[in-house]
């Protein structure tokens, strides 16, 4: 009749997700509670104007997200994130935050944390979400400005990042680095550190995706580019550094996902539409409509029965390719060729690991 | 004796989990699994009981011995107290 009390985050996720694999159970959801935000990020990769989302269908409604989040409670989700766009952008944020708060989930949140009115901050200190993931886009009201379009945008991160940390929760600093603001990188690794918050950053971005325009391709780091960045971060981007990736990849060969998405994880994107993750235009299953459970089967199915495209199956060089699905799918609109732009990378990086190949 | 408001006991992929809800996230520093005795017991602290209630009960339902049935649900109620999510009456 034993009571454990687990202290060890990752040791209880690794037991909980082995046996949500094996029994198929969504253990990992994500909605997006709308395609809208307050900043206007060039290379952002979902962002809607009211009228290109009044083209596509309409946001779910706060009844309709407490719904899925009573039926995904019931189908085994634990860990829930919220994201957007900028949630918070929503006026009733509040009542869906609370009300799923409600339902038994570890909620994290990712935010610009631009808008956490003195409402909102009361309503996080009386509910704290288990985490949040916290944009940050330059270490500098001008980088502000180059990336998001509003310099004043700076000083109301850093205010929401401090408010945040302030409740004692995990912190994360995540961070989209393109040509814009890789010259902030250096001082974005030393504001978390100075900060005491986690950093994860992206640098090889995605095409915009589910009808989003953006200028991603002209802000995104070129292959060299990346390389640099990448050698920056390593120190050294010896044949040891990317051994394992290689062996990663080995593990997962024949997958047409290595990640979760289909398995133990699915999204619900702002008109209601499950989906393996947010990348992914198609498939699609509609939970509103056809229940969450035959939902989830239908993603996991179909998710099952997608393949790779046979360039990227063939390709001997896969180890050192940086491309999932869902970035391939983003890119060309289709799975049946490879992504042009993660092809070049993945050469770029290949060389870079085989110079005396090269030379001979 | 109760289990406080505001705790959701949820069966994830065939384990039970305890899980903090509302305002009690505030005081959110773990997280709670059950076996399956844990479990009937927690659901039986959803509403009052006694020490002796919960014996009874757990001699209802399972095949054990009275002094391991005692034994058992003190060492329940003792890691429900120190979890600090017991509300006594």
């Given amino acids: 009749m034993r009571a454990a009390f687990y202290d060890d985050w990752a040791a209880l996720k690794d037991k909980l997700s082995a046996a949500a694999l094996d029994q198929g159970v969504p253990l990992f959801g994500t909605f997006e509670l709308t395609p809208f935000c307050n900043l206007g990020c060039k290379m952002c990769y979902m962002r809607l104007s009211k009228e290109e989302a009044a083209a596509i269908s309409r946001p779910l409604s706060c009844n309709d997200w407490l719904a899925l989040g009573e039926a995904a409670q019931k189908s085994g989700t634990l860990f829930l994130l919220l994201t957007g766009g900028e949630a918070m952008l929503r006026p009733d944020f509040p009542e869906i935050y609370e009300g799923l708060s409600r339902m038994g989930f570890l909620i994290k949140l990712y935010t610009n944390a631009t808008l956490v009115t003195p409402a909102l901050q009361a309503l996080f200190r009386r509910i704290p979400p288990s985490a949040v993931g916290i944009s940050i886009y330059g270490a500098s009201p001008e980088t502000y400005e180059r990336v998001t379009g509003q310099k004043e945008a700076y000083e109301k991160a850093m205010q929401g990042l401090d408010f945040f940390l302030s409740l004692s929760i995990p912190v994360q600093i995540r961070t989209t680095i393109s040509k814009l603001n890789v010259s902030d990188f250096d001082a974005l690794c030393a504001m978390a550190t100075e900060k005491g918050a986690d950093f994860v950053y992206c640098s090889v971005l995605s095409a915009a995706v589910r009808g989003a325009k953006s200028d991603v391709a002209s802000v995104r780091l070129a292959p060299k580019e990346l390389l640099a960045l990448r050698a920056h971060v390593n120190r050294d981007l010896s044949p040891e550094t990317l051994r394992h990736i290689a062996e990663d990849k080995d593990a997962c060969a024949g997958e047409a996902f290595s990640c979760t998405a289909g398995k133990t994880s699915y999204v619900i994107t702002w008109e209601g539409r499950m989906r393996p993750c947010l990348l992914f235009d198609r498939p699609y299953a509609e939970p509103l409509l056809c229940g969450f459970s035959a939902a989830w089967d239908a993603i996991k199915n179909a998710a099952n029965k997608i393949t790779a495209p046979p360039d990227c199956r063939a390709c001997k060089k896969s180890a050192y390719c940086t491309a999932c699905l869902g970035a391939i799918q983003a890119e060309n609109r289709h799975l049946d060729e490879p992504s042009a732009y993660h092809c070049a990378w993945g050469e770029c990086l290949y060389d870079a690991m085989h110079p005396k190949e090269e030379e001979a | ?89």
Avoid at chain 2, 17 to 40: D, H, K, R, W, Y
């Fill in chain 2, 1 to 89: 004796m109760k289990i406080k408001d505001n705790y959701i006991l949820r069966e994830i992929a065939g384990s039970y989990m305890v899980i903090p809800c509302g305002e009690e996230l505030q005081n959110f520093s773990g997280m709670i699994t059950l076996n399956e005795t844990g479990a009937f017991l927690w659901k039986l602290l959803t509403t009052q009981q006694t020490q002796e209630s919960l014996v009874a009960a757990l001699l209802e339902e399972y095949d054990v011995e009275q002094s391991l049935a005692e034994q058992d649900v003190a060492a329940f109620l003792n890691a429900m107290r120190e979890g600090g999510l017991l509300v006594d009456a």
